[in-house]
């Protein structure tokens, strides 16, 4: 038993003194600033930058150190390739926040890792851009931002989102009252009931089970409403305004439909 747990210690020590894997590009030794990965990379970075473009670098910055005593590792909670890209990002004119973004981030993933560091270090112009960014990315792959919106309780992102999905798959007109398809909604290109909510049942399976529900519950709602105002069949047909509505009630699906309203 003795000797395991001299072994142990020994393994231990080991792992303790075993060098740091550095990043290959910030990885400058003249660099103020260390930062070290979740995933255990070290990141050298100019404070002098940083605290031009993010309070919290600032703010860490501004607290001065004893006499020749170097300031300690910042360790975040965020993987290197994800710190990399806000490195470079974050210390660029804010005219190339997007351009960078688009080149350089594999996945809607990543861009919202990035957004939340953005908005741990106070870095407001970079937060802007992202955001841009994540809109305009809503028209390419809605799936993902509407995801992205409803984990963040994000308004925007869930209304630009759903705005995407209107345009190009959620028009479901008048359902057909017997029991096989009438073709009264293939709008003369071969479309059916059944496959515009195989659609929709596509789109949906990466949100929760009760952001799946209750997004069809405000649809369906929406759907009669507009047709008791305006006197005419219910058509899931939905604009703007539509999606406005259901978004901003969408935000907080604990609370259900029926409290919201």
């Known amino acids: 038993m003795e000797v395991d747990n001299t072994q142990k210690s020994a393994d231990a020590a080991q792992v303790e003194t075993r060098p740091r894997k550095s990043h290959p590009i910030h990885n400058n030794p003249n660099a103020s600033l260390v930062i070290i990965s979740e995933d255990d990379v070290e990141l050298r970075a100019s404070s002098f930058l940083l605290a031009k473009v993010s309070q919290f670098f600032q703010d860490l910055t501004s607290i001065p150190l004893p006499p020749e005593q170097e300031r300690e590792p910042i360790h975040l909670e965020y993987t290197s390739e994800v710190i990399s890209l806000f490195l470079i990002a974050a210390v660029s004119p804010p005219y190339c ?4 973004i688009k080149e350089q981030s594999a996945d809607i993933t990543m861009t919202a890792s990035l957004l939340t560091m953005a908005e741990f270090t106070l870095c407001h112009d970079l937060i802007l851009n992202i955001r841009q960014y994540l809109v305009e990315s809503a ?7 509407l995801k992205l919106g409803v984990d963040r309780q994000d308004v925007e992102l869930i209304e630009v989102a759903l705005s ?10 008048t359902l057909c009252e017997t029991g096989y398809c009438s073709r009264r909604c293939a709008d003369g290109f071969g479309d059916t009931c059944f496959k515009k909510f195989r659609r929709l049942h596509n789109a949906y399976t990466d949100l929760g089970e009760g952001t799946q529900i209750e997004l069809l519950e405000l649809m369906l709602l929406r759907m009669k409403i507009k047709a008791q105002e305006y006197g005419c069949l219910e058509r899931m047909i939905f604009d703007k305004e539509d999606w406005e509505w259901i978004s901003h009630l969408l935000v907080d699906p604990r609370k259900g439909v029926v409290n919201k309203i």
């Open 97 to 100: 926040h997007q351009i960078i």
């Open 139 to 145: 028209e390419i792959c809605p799936e993902e931002v």
């Open 164 to 173: 995407a999905y209107g345009a190009r798959k959620f028009e479901v007109p």
